[in-house]
């Protein structure tokens, strides 16, 4: 079957850096996303990793490691606004292409 | 230039009604994607379509649910018969090529009373 897990919850303070990390076990891999979603809102793209290695996005950043089945993003110098559910997704090349999300992970940001 | 445009934004039905859920796709986009969406919890894959065309229906429900994206208008999500487990908030993305980010509407809120 096809598998993604993330934390349930992370809490992190404001002006800090957080990592949230996500495991895949999935075939047909074709890419990696992270989405960001406020609560009752509709998931806004963030980013894409499809080749292993680190993409940078001003204080937002995301890591791919495919032969671990490893993603991660980092959010840096971190706001109140940044309060929100992260979703790992991943593309599958399945005949057509679908993308699949895990379960979220619910970031506090405290004063 | 309009996102993906979702309605309505809130249904509610008794059980056994149907529900219709409509979505259109941002300009330029032929993928269309569906997901459900239980509170606290991800979104669950429920179809991808092309015009005319269902390409992958492994999420979907093999009763009450169906799926169209006819070659003019929008994508509608069909529930019939309703159920209360059936209440969520149901997602459309689009994206212009399969192999590109989806983007996704404000989502629709059925509640089955």
């Known amino acids: 079957g096809q598998n993604i897990d993330q934390p349930t919850e992370m809490t992190a303070t404001e002006g800090a850096i957080v990592q949230i990390n996500c495991t895949y076990q999935?075939?047909?891999?074709?890419?990696l996303f992270w989405y960001q979603q406020h609560a009752g809102e509709a998931p806004t793209f963030l980013s894409y990793?499809?080749?292993?290695g680190l993409e940078e996005k001003g204080r937002f950043s995301s890591f791919l490691s495919r032969s671990k089945g490893y993603s991660y993003l980092l959010l840096k110098e971190l706001q109140m606004k940044d309060s929100a559910s992260y979703l790992c997704?991943?593309?599958?090349?399945?005949?057509?292409?679908?993308?699949?999300f895990g379960a979220g992970t619910r970031l506090f940001v405290k004063a | 230039n309009a996102g993906v445009m979702q309605n309505p934004r809130h249904l509610v039905r008794r059980r056994g009604q149907e529900a219709r859920l409509r979505c259109s796709p941002m300009k330029g986009h032929s993928h269309v994607y569906w997901y459900r969406q239980l509170p606290e919890e991800g979104l669950k894959f429920m179809v991808y379509?092309?015009?005319?065309?269902?390409?992958?229906e492994s999420g979907m429900p093999k009763e009450r649910f169906s799926a169209e994206f006819p070659k003019e208008g929008p994508s509608i999500l069909r529930i019939q018969q309703v159920v209360r487990g059936d209440s969520a908030a149901y997602f459309c993305?689009?994206?212009?090529?399969?192999?590109?980010?989806?983007?996704f509407g404000s989502g629709t809120q059925l509640s089955v009373l």
């Open positions: 990793n499809v080749l292993d």
């Open positions: 993305a689009s994206s212009r090529a399969g192999d590109e980010k989806l983007f």
């Open positions: 997704a991943v593309r599958l090349n399945t005949g057509g292409f679908k993308t699949i």
């Open positions: 379509l092309q015009k005319e065309n269902i390409i992958d």
């Open positions: 999935t075939s047909g891999f074709n890419g």
